[in-house]
């Protein structure tokens, strides 16, 4: 939804901004009248000026991001901001507010004498596609350009400039083929001399910024939908999501539906399906049938990338990280973690040769990250009194599971090290312990000094724990184990929308 919103917002600021001087002199100089002297010409220079636009959107609002990326930014508190900062300028679209500050540039009018036309009108496309080097005609450029810089995710920044750049382009390109003719006299008469079309446009302007505000705030809040019934330990490679139905086997859901993996507790990812055998683990290509890898093992979990298997295993009562290359490489088991006194290691996941997975200390939880190619190892993420559980990837985002006393959140950050803090929740419950009331029978716990909201409690009789993960194109996976009193746990996998 929000990539959505975000792509339309840029779209219409840019076709809006084909109403400030450099957008009408565009048509008048790619029209096949003008410079171009034939229609041949003025096509070419359309895709020029296309190219050129997409260009310079796309180093604009992907360039910020970059710059909120390396400032750390995404963080729940500037979500925040970036929401605030798009219902403000949605509020100054929908009173037509003069916009301020205003760039009062235009491109140089030399190029198009003195260069060939296709290439001045590629190098017009980058400047009007940057956004800042020309007239502004919305609050939505300032605004996305915040918005880019809060999100702090080049992948939403590169959207965004795309369809700013696309926005920049068409009217350009639709009408200056037309220019010269009667239909195209007309639309270029009712751009110049119509203003409630101007309005309308930054009415659109507000609707969408307005909806970006709204997404944006209910980002932290997204609703969870059952994906399977009885269902665990998730994992993701594309449109694949494989699962371990406890009693009945492993699946794979795909677009062509959900089928039967060859093995208990599946695993997906580069394009192989793992899964554990009788005493080894098994690796296939999900392309090539001649692909078969056995590796003897005793584990009780296992991922998978392009080129590595991890799995898990008991050594001395102990948790246990194994990991091997895959041919064509030559196969070489080895330990790389081995668990601590006291502590706990979750179950591995794999993105390329980057392997993750979560300590469990008595006090503290981290969330490790180790670089199979050079051995490096580092905290991703580190957090005290907190559960930090089963980390996976999708190469770019990092999502697990944050347990505290107060309450459970799946959370979804940057995969690079930084605070928790900034890292934003997709979907929350209730916590795995049970505190009490707060205050004595028949008492008002705000006459004890307590705080007037307390963090919320289980309904009586129910333990809810999240549990694995797995992040997918679009979606995140966890696992929810509930248990009933007197009834057996129940493993039920949720998906989230990113």
Not at 104 to 110: D, G, H, I
Not at 427 to 434: D, H, L, N, S
């Amino acid at each position: 939804m929000l990539e959505a919103v975000l792509l339309a917002a840029g779209l219409i600021a840019g076709v809006t901004g084909a109403w400030s001087p450099c957008g009408f002199s565009m048509v008048d100089t790619l029209a096949p009248h003008g410079y171009a002297g034939r229609l041949r010409t003025t096509l070419v220079a359309c895709v020029t000026f296309a190219a050129g636009a997409l260009a310079g959107g796309v180093a604009t609002f992907g360039g910020l991001a970059l710059l909120g990326q390396a400032l750390g930014a995404g963080g729940a508190a500037a979500i925040a901001v970036a929401a605030a900062v798009a219902l403000a300028a949605a509020a100054g679209e929908a009173r037509g507010t003069r916009i301020v500050p205003q760039v009062r540039r235009q491109v140089p009018e030399s190029w198009r004498r003195v260069l060939p036309l296709p290439l001045a009108a590629g190098l017009y496309g980058v400047l009007l596609g940057l956004g800042f080097t020309t007239f502004i005609l919305s609050f939505a450029v300032w605004a996305l350009a915040g918005v880019s810089v809060a999100l702090g995710d080049p992948a939403l920044g590169l959207l965004v400039g795309l369809g700013f750049g696309i926005g920049r382009t068409l009217p350009v390109v639709i009408l200056s083929p037309l220019a010269g003719t009667e239909r195209g006299a007309e639309a270029h008469a009712a751009m110049a001399e119509r203003p409630a079309i101007l309005r309308a446009l930054r009415a659109a302007d507000a609707a969408a910024l307005a909806a970006c505000a709204a997404v944006l705030w209910a980002a932290p809040a997204h609703a969870a939908t059952v994906f399977a019934t009885p269902a665990t330990d998730p994992s993701a490679d594309g449109a694949l999501v494989a699962f371990q139905q406890p009693g009945a086997g492993g699946v794979v859901a795909g677009p062509d539906g959900r089928n039967a993996a060859p093995g208990p507790y599946p695993a997906v990812g580069g394009g192989k399906l793992a899964w554990i055998g009788a005493g080894t683990v098994e690796v296939r290509s999900q392309a090539d049938p001649a692909y078969v890898f056995t590796l003897p093992a005793a584990a009780d979990s296992v991922a998978v990338s392009d080129g590595w298997v991890a799995w898990r295993a008991q050594e001395e009562g102990r948790d246990a990280l194994y990991t091997s290359p895959l041919p064509p490489a030559a196969p070489a088991a080895q330990r790389v973690a081995l668990a601590g006194s006291g502590s706990t290691l979750g179950r591995p996941a794999l993105a390329g040769d980057r392997l993750l997975f979560h300590v469990a200390g008595a006090t503290r939880g981290r969330i490790e990250e180790l670089r199979l190619g050079s051995g490096a190892r580092s905290t991703l993420r580190s957090a005290p009194r907190t559960l930090l559980l089963n980390p996976s990837s999708d190469g770019r985002r990092l999502l697990y599971v944050r347990s505290t006393f107060q309450r459970q959140q799946l959370r979804i950050g940057l995969l690079r090290r930084r605070p928790v803090r900034r890292d934003r929740s997709l979907f929350g419950t209730v916590p795995t312990g049970r505190r009490d009331a707060g205050h004595e029978p028949g008492e008002s716990h705000h006459a004890h000094g307590w705080p007037r909201k307390l963090p919320p409690r289980p309904k009586p009789g129910v333990n809810v724990t999240l549990w694995t993960t797995a992040l997918a194109s679009g979606s995140a996976f966890v696992t929810r184990l509930r248990q009933d009193t007197g009834q057996p746990v129940r493993a039920t996998l949720l998906r989230v929308a990113r």
